[in-house]
């Protein structure tokens, strides 16, 4: 009598593929960060449009901020923030995620906030497609970094020179700058100064920069969004 053999090898081998095969990686931006991601450091670079928003609600309503830990950003108490913004707050927005749009916000006083927002919070508007040259020109800053915007009335391109720091510990100190000129493409402004290279986007009266980590010393960059300074009276 002949006993059936099975077909170990057919067996085994798949099981080995399966075992061996990568695991699926957790959805990511542009940028290759976790899409999940909302943080000061990266919001200028990890989206290509940006829009002003204010938010919602009667008088005194509260917007709070959302992480971005594991399972967040999700409307409860474990990805919730004790920040939040108020009804009538401008804020700059990005990209969405779920039901929550990456928000900026920056007081009178203090720094920024960047996290997510519930997107039925806010009511967003499209930023200015094609912002006349003027809306450019100005002082804007960044903390101790700035940019002075002016229009050559030669070429009517638009002058752009700024300063970079970064701060170490001690006196660690590094600095960079750019000087370049190019005519908005729409509310984008490409500049090419040798290696260093900036966009930026005009946003109502907020300035996104974003370079390309190559303006300066180590760890100096543009990036971030920048408020025109107050008129000295």
């Given at each position: 009598?002949?006993?059936?053999?099975?077909?170990?090898?057919?067996?085994?081998?798949?099981?080995l593929?399966?075992?061996?095969?990568?695991?699926?990686?957790?959805?990511?931006?542009?940028?290759?960060?976790?899409a999940?991601?909302?943080?000061?450091g990266?919001?200028?670079?990890?989206?290509?449009?940006?829009?002003?928003?204010?938010?919602?609600?009667?008088r005194?309503?509260?917007a709070?901020?959302?992480?971005?830990?594991?399972?967040?950003?999700?409307?409860?108490v474990k990805?919730?923030q004790?920040?939040y913004?108020?009804?009538?707050d401008?804020?700059?927005?990005?990209r969405t995620f779920g039901?929550?749009?990456?928000a900026?916000?920056?007081?009178?006083?203090?720094?920024?906030t960047t996290g997510?927002?519930?997107?039925?919070?806010?009511?967003?508007?499209?930023?200015?497609?094609?912002?006349?040259?003027a809306?450019?020109?100005?002082?804007?800053?960044l903390h101790?970094?700035s940019?002075?915007?002016?229009?050559d009335?030669?070429?009517?391109?638009?002058?752009?020179?700024g300063?970079?720091v970064?701060?170490?510990?001690?006196?660690?100190v590094?600095?960079?700058?750019?000087?370049?000129?190019?005519?908005?493409?729409?509310?984008?402004?490409?500049?090419?100064?040798d290696?260093?290279?900036?966009?930026?986007?005009?946003?109502g009266?907020?300035?996104?920069?974003?370079?390309?980590g190559?303006c300066?010393?180590?760890?100096?960059t543009?990036?971030?969004?920048?408020r025109?300074?107050?008129?000295k009276?």
């Amino acid at each position: 009598m002949k006993r059936r053999t099975r077909n170990v090898c057919g067996l085994v081998l798949p099981l080995l593929l399966a075992l061996c095969a990568p695991c699926p990686a957790s959805a990511q931006d542009v940028t290759g960060n976790p899409a999940n991601w909302c943080r000061d450091g990266a919001f200028a670079n990890d989206a290509k449009e940006f829009k002003l928003a204010r938010v919602g609600g009667g008088r005194g309503a509260r917007a709070y901020f959302y992480g971005e830990d594991e399972g967040c950003p999700a409307p409860n108490v474990k990805c919730r923030q004790k920040a939040y913004v108020v009804a009538g707050d401008e804020v700059v927005v990005s990209r969405t995620f779920g039901d929550f749009v990456c928000a900026w916000y920056q007081p009178a006083r203090g720094y920024e906030t960047t996290g997510w927002v519930r997107a039925d919070q806010l009511n967003v508007t499209e930023a200015n497609s094609n912002p006349p040259p003027a809306r450019w020109v100005g002082e804007w800053e960044l903390h101790e970094n700035s940019l002075s915007i002016r229009r050559d009335s030669k070429t009517g391109k638009l002058v752009v020179e700024g300063s970079a720091v970064w701060h170490g510990l001690g006196d660690n100190v590094h600095v960079g700058e750019v000087n370049a000129r190019a005519a908005p493409a729409g509310n984008a402004l490409a500049l090419d100064d040798d290696i260093c290279r900036i966009t930026l986007r005009l946003v109502g009266d907020y300035l996104v920069a974003d370079d390309n980590g190559e303006c300066g010393g180590a760890n100096v960059t543009f990036d971030g969004v920048y408020r025109r300074k107050p008129t000295k009276k």
